[in-house]
């Protein structure tokens, strides 16, 4: 294979289009979607427009004339066409922690009267750190205990003492992806519950919760929704549990009428209940603007052939980093098997891994490391290009070979690695 | 009094040049800055710039490079400036909402080992209901009982039984400010915290948290911080709480070292340890640029030349209000003495508050309804006018003279009020 290889896959793919719709600076190869995602062009204009004809002429009156008020539930409406959702079933707001200590503690209280006698929280150790830590909360509070295994172990480990399974679908670190379905399955075997941190997946791969049956979801706004830096997170339950779930951020925008100022609280039918304060409407509307990217991308075969190409490129990655540099102590940690990978490939070394990466984004190819030792290449299928990967494994190479990785400003930490 | 008498105010008004920092609609005079500040002119520049150039073109390395992650400490310092907090003791992140269950579950956590016996957070029945709300919500789960009591009985209510007394500093509703260091000073002779919610106060008026030993506070961020719609709120706790406060959001970015991924949670030291989630970038950069224009002001002789015209323009509407507009039912319930009375003015009407709200802004005087019979009237010093007072005046004057309220159009309930 060989860069000419490269360009005709490109001129050959039905969604290289796509990256029109995204401004990616001059001479970056940007392969950190799955961190934060890229600009859509049209987000500059849509944001001014918030804020210079929303907020600035429209003032207060915008909450009804602009829409600010039901914006949460629209945003999340077109979340619920990526993860196998209904209208009305999901709202976009707070952060992906809070949302997760939302449900979590929710679940939790079902089961403390549905099941009282089961007190696990069941995750896997290596889940993104602040489930661990929300959970950690959450178990203090309510009594419960946090079971934490191995990705691989997470089947077995489901047992009747279960009371809730709690998953990132896609591992950030390794890219693994859960098997939903199954999870699902034996947990409610089990009398478990199921809450899915769709994070890495939401807009990356198709997801489909009604079919699973999942209890509660969660997710990010700034990845793959490409919703800007901190964008709103979004929050789902399924509509079996909705009569009955109660959450502890029971703020005045998940009352039943907030407008009323009534002195008591009265939860909002529906997931509505899920919000709490007022939400930044800002950073939604960009939220917005990133989904409206999105789903302009999917009559272009749907979430499936963005998918597919997801799949070419990271298949493509890896061969060509395993086969190119092969020899430097890169080790893959993402499954080989790519219905088990998500929309990212990552691989160890045993010392250098942050210096590595240091000098990769210093050649413009833009990735990140994660501690202790593993090196993170997304590829976002709406802008990445085959181009972008054989350029990254030539950079890669040559940073591998010349060592230039070793030299000080590399080895030197940042605050946000 | 004649429009020449007000005009003539605001020639001589040293504080007139500041509204030139705002953007306000042609022929609207907002006196809504209460709900919503409006927005400054520079802030249109400074997010299409967080838009274009940091997120755009920084992406990633912009939470290194343009100083993303330290953000809710930088405009933190901004706010702590307003409060009487010092630098290093506030963050702004999350709603008001999510921020007042985080410190008020501290609070009581705190009280549970230091005062066990002691079960009770006091609070004021007219509290903003979302402060109700979410302490319902803690008292459900940490056995405690909320105690809301009128507003004038504050202070008597205060006794040993009493853990927590959470209020906010203004009442909503009628303007009214709570004596904060009295208040203070006796829930801590009675073994009480206090909690202070500082939504109508912060950039309205001088606030003095260290000065009168004040536990915990929290505030908005888009009221008179003019931070734009849903803008993050902030937090501080007093030093003295650093080392023992735990808060049961437990994000990652709370914790002492996010970026090493450890599996177990550890509290950042002081304020940072009340972040939890990503925040939302864009919206913060907005406020960060409504905190710049309110500190801009600060040299004009201070947080207390900006209460003085505060109080002028209180005094002046309630005063035409009563000489001109007498006779029409209205009702003064705002404090009469200004030492009292934060920077809006609330009249009651027994049916039609509503309506008369409605064809005031059809007039072009923004200002709202609280239900269930009282219309709010709030004067941003910073950009309101003598002139507006007068011209608010004469709007309100035809409305009821003319009994167009009565109009369909008027009588009919909005989402938003």
């Known amino acids: 294979m060989n860069l000419q290889d490269a360009q005709e896959l490109d001129a050959a793919d039905p969604l290289a289009p796509l990256r029109e719709l995204f401004s990616l600076p001059e001479g970056v190869i940007y392969l950190d979607g799955n961190s ?3 600009m859509p062009r049209a987000t500059l204009e849509r944001v001014a427009r918030a804020v210079e004809g929303e907020w ?60 009282p006698s089961k007190r696990i929280i069941l995750t896997e150790i290596d889940n993104f750190p602040t ?78 919760l009604h079919a699973v049956h999942a209890d509660f979801a969660i997710g990010c706004g700034y990845k793959y929704l490409n919703g800007g830096p901190g964008a709103p997170a979004f929050v789902w339950m399924h509509p079996r549990h909705a009569s009955r779930a109660r ?31 007022t939400p930044p409407i800002l950073s939604l509307t960009a939220l917005d603007c990133g989904l409206d990217t999105l789903l302009a991308a999917l009559p272009h ?11 070419a490129l990271t298949e493509m990655f890896i061969a060509q980093v395993e086969s190119r540099c092969a020899g430097f102590d890169l080790t893959l940690v993402s499954p080989r098997e790519s219905a088990q990978r998500g929309s990212q490939v990552s691989f160890t070394h045993p010392t250098q891994g942050y210096a590595i990466i240091q000098a990769l984004i210093a050649r413009g190819v833009v990735d990140d490391f994660r501690a202790p030792d593993i090196l993170r290449f997304g590829f976002t299928p709406l802008y990445t290009r085959y181009e972008d990967v ?20 590399f080895q030197q930490r940042k605050a946000v690695t």
């Open 36 to 38: 934060l995602g890229a």
């Open 56 to 115: 600035g002429k429209g003032l207060i009156s915008s909450w009804n004339t602009a829409g600010w008020m039901d914006l949460p539930q629209r945003v999340g409406d077109k979340i619920a066409q990526l993860i196998g959702a209904k209208p009305g079933e999901v709202v976009a707001t707070d952060s992906t922690s809070v949302n997760l200590y939302k449900v979590l503690h929710c679940a939790s209280q079902l089961q403390l009267t549905d099941a």
């Open 131 to 208: 489930d661990l830590y929300i959970a950690q909360s959450v178990c203090e509070q309510l009594g419960f205990s946090l079971r934490a295994v191995k990705g691989e172990d997470i089947e077995a480990a489901i047992t009747n003492e279960v009371a809730i399974v709690m998953l990132t679908h896609t591992n950030y670190r390794t890219g693994r992806i859960h098997n939903m379905p199954h999870i699902t399955a034996r947990a409610h075997v089990h009398g478990a519950l199921t809450v899915w941190d769709l994070a890495h997946s939401a807009g990356a791969m198709e997801v489909d």
């Open 247 to 277: 959450q502890p951020l029971s703020g005045w925008l998940g009352h039943a009428k907030p407008f009323d100022f009534s002195h008591d609280y009265a939860p909002a039918s529906g997931i509505t209940r899920f919000m709490c304060g």
């Open 301 to 311: 075969g749907g979430m499936a052939a963005l998918r597919k190409k997801s799949v």
């Open 390 to 409: 054989w350029q990254a494994i030539e950079a890669l190479l040559a940073v591998l070979q010349s060592r230039e990785y070793l030299k000080p400003e």
